[in-house]
């Protein structure tokens, strides 16, 4: 069994995905670049090597249960097992069809398709090899944008920011959903926490509406932070640079 942690990142072949299999992959993690794109996931795992780290291609599309279980099938053969994994694949969808009044529920459903129901289906086809690892992490790639405390405040610039019926809401649900995988996987030790990355300036957050002032690679650094932590790591939080963000 290899004895190098290997990690699992959804959506790695660019953005905040690529900068953390970047970090992790310096920190000598086998990386695991799960792209829908075969091409551009084994672009990316040969940039890593290139550069010294250890990194292969997994094809992985989120909203395709028969991509998602091969996946987890090709991960447990080659390595027996999975340390962390980081659900960071996501979708803004189409902002004109998020607005109250002429929303497209088809939009919406696609964003919450890939950004909730995708986190869903990669964490129940990974847990059996989570679970063969002794000290497993998952950390859930969600926003700024859906934290009710942030939104509401009239001093902080997400309340200025025009309403949304998708991505920040479809986000807002994964943060539940952390919480209840945190209090589900507690007596296996596995630790689950989300994170907040912060108006990084990726091709994913041009759309969003904010003002974009941090690279990939200031928003991965929180990630990888949750999943090289030891025992001291929280389970269930939401967090970014500054400590505990407001659900």
Known sequence: MNESRIALVTGANRGIGRAVADRLAGLGTTVL????????????????R????TAYAIGLDVTDERSVAAA???????????????????????????VAGAARLDGIRAVFET?????????????????????????????GTSSMGWTTDATHYLSR??????????????????????????????????????A????????????????AEDGAAIVVRLATLGR????????DDDGKVPF
């Open 72 to 98: 987890a099938g090709e991960i447990g053969e080659r390595f027996g097992r999975l340390d962390v994994l980081v659900n960071n694949a996501g979708i803004a969808g189409d902002p004109a069809g998020q």
């Open 161 to 198: 920011v025009p309403g949304s019926l998708g991505y920040p809401v479809s986000k807002a649900a994964l943060n539940m959903l952390t919480v209840q995988y945190a209090k589900s996987l507690a007596a296996d030790g596995i630790l689950v926490n989300a994170i907040a990355p912060g």
């Open 115 to 143: 950004n909730l129901f995708g986190v869903v289906a990669v964490t129940e086809a990974m847990l059996p090899l989570l679970r063969r690892s002794a000290r497993a992490r998952i950390v859930n790639v969600s926003s």
């Open 232 to 239: 001291d790591c929280p389970t269930g939080g939401f967090f």
């Open 200 to 215: 990084c300036d990726t091709d994913f957050a041009r759309g969003l509406g904010v003002e974009l002032t941090r690279t």
């Open 50 to 53: 290139a550069a010294g780290g």
């Open 33 to 48: 670049i799960g792209a829908r794109s075969p091409e551009r996931g084994v672009d990316a795992a040969e940039k890593i």
